[in-house]
């Protein structure tokens, strides 16, 4: 397994059986889904790892945002892990967590922090192998506003 930053569309969507939906959806022009993968890899702080098999097959992501403090300096945000499948229960999780939080280390980040739900078993191990210790329990609320809003 080789993990690599991701740097061009083309690897974002060739990663796309990994995200919730997939990035040309039904009825969606394909140049819409290229420009949502280029903004992605523009936008200052954002950071996916993806991990291959040895045949070039994607078989899981990390995704990251680095975000600044005025008070607390750089902390490392992991946003999204995902696994195929087919290839979980195998070290590509903790591989690919371990992989962001070296990055975060690299880039100065004070720190890494994770919302996972308390219920998410699978999540809270591979986060805990990958050294993560409980910071307690939050809630977490949201606004959910009309696509491209």
Do not use: Q
């Not at 200052?44 to 990251?64: K, N, Q, R, W």
């Not at 195929?84 to 999780?93: F, P």
């Amino acid at each position: 397994m080789e993990i690599r930053r991701a740097t061009t569309v083309a690897e974002l969507l060739a990663a796309g059986h990994l995200y919730d939906e997939p990035p040309r959806k039904v009825g969606v022009p394909p140049d819409e889904a290229w420009g949502r993968a280029a903004r992605f890899l523009a936008a200052p702080g954002h950071l996916m790892l993806i991990a291959y098999t040895e045949d070039g097959f994607p078989a899981g992501f990390v995704y990251g945002i680095e975000m600044l403090h005025p008070d607390k300096g750089a902390e490392m945000c992991l946003y999204e892990l995902a696994v195929d499948e087919s290839r979980r229960r195998r070290g590509i999780g903790r591989a690919l967590t371990e992989a962001l939080v070296a990055e975060a280390r690299a880039r100065g980040c004070r720190g890494a922090w994770v919302p996972v739900d308390t219920d998410n078993e699978p999540a809270l191990a591979t986060y805990r192998s990958a050294g993560a210790a409980d910071e307690g329990v939050f809630a977490m609320l949201g606004w959910t506003f009309a696509e491209g809003g």
